[in-house]
């Protein structure tokens, strides 16, 4: 097998990439051995079927990535519209990279893994829907402070966070479909249309920025 120790997390980064650069369809197991430099018989020695290596794949890079991101963007220490002007920058840059990388914009493989098999793998879809559901409480904690300072009209926080997250899925993925990441350029504008952001908060970020 080679390397046993970390055989695991070299197919568990594996599928994450190829998810991402391709689908999850279209990825199948062999493909995924052979990025990871792992023979087929190791593979099941550690996961079951494709759908048990996609479910951990996505619980590591919720680990790994996603939640020290949120954690670091979403700080209580920042201000709350300064936070989101952060992490959109951050979503921006990171398909600029990925444009120069792959030659091509490749979006959220979450959301990308997520819209193809909802209705097909519940394991890798709950998944999903769990990663989606930490993200939206980032979101829902920085709009109830935003509230609180009156940067914004009082809305329903939880309300408010599933619709940004629905402005930013949908962006993201017309970048990837048009292959444009000058879409998300767009975004901080869309957000804070969505979010009714009182004219007092914009001078605040102009000062922090």
């Given at each position: ?19 991402w650069e391709e ?19 190791s593979f099941y ?165």
């Amino acid at each position: 097998m080679g390397r046993t120790s970390d055989a695991d997390q070299r197919l568990k980064q594996a599928a994450l990439d190829l998810m991402w650069e391709e689908s999850y369809g279209s990825v199948t197991i062999d493909d995924i051995c052979q990025r990871a430099d792992v023979k087929k018989g190791s593979f099941y020695y550690f996961f079951k079927s494709k759908a048990e290596l996609a479910v951990a794949a996505l619980e590591k890079l919720w680990t790994d990535e996603w939640q020290p991101n949120l954690d670091r963007a979403f700080s209580s220490s920042i201000e709350p519209l300064a936070r989101f002007t952060g992490y959109f920058d951050t979503i921006y840059q990171s398909q600029l990279e990925t444009k120069k990388k792959y030659g091509k914009v490749l979006g959220c493989a979450v959301c990308a893994v997520g819209s193809e098999v909802s209705t097909q793998e519940v394991d890798v879809a709950g998944a999903v829907r769990a990663m989606m559901a930490k993200k939206l409480k980032y979101y829902e904690s920085s709009i109830r402070d935003a509230v609180a300072q009156g940067v914004i009209e009082p809305c329903d926080p939880t309300q408010e966070a599933l619709a940004l997250l629905g402005l930013l899925q949908g962006l993201i993925s017309q970048a990837r479909i048009m292959n444009d990441p000058e879409i998300l350029r767009r975004l901080p504008d869309m957000a804070f249309g969505l979010l009714r952001v009182k004219s007092k908060g914009v001078p605040q970020l102009i000062a922090q920025h």
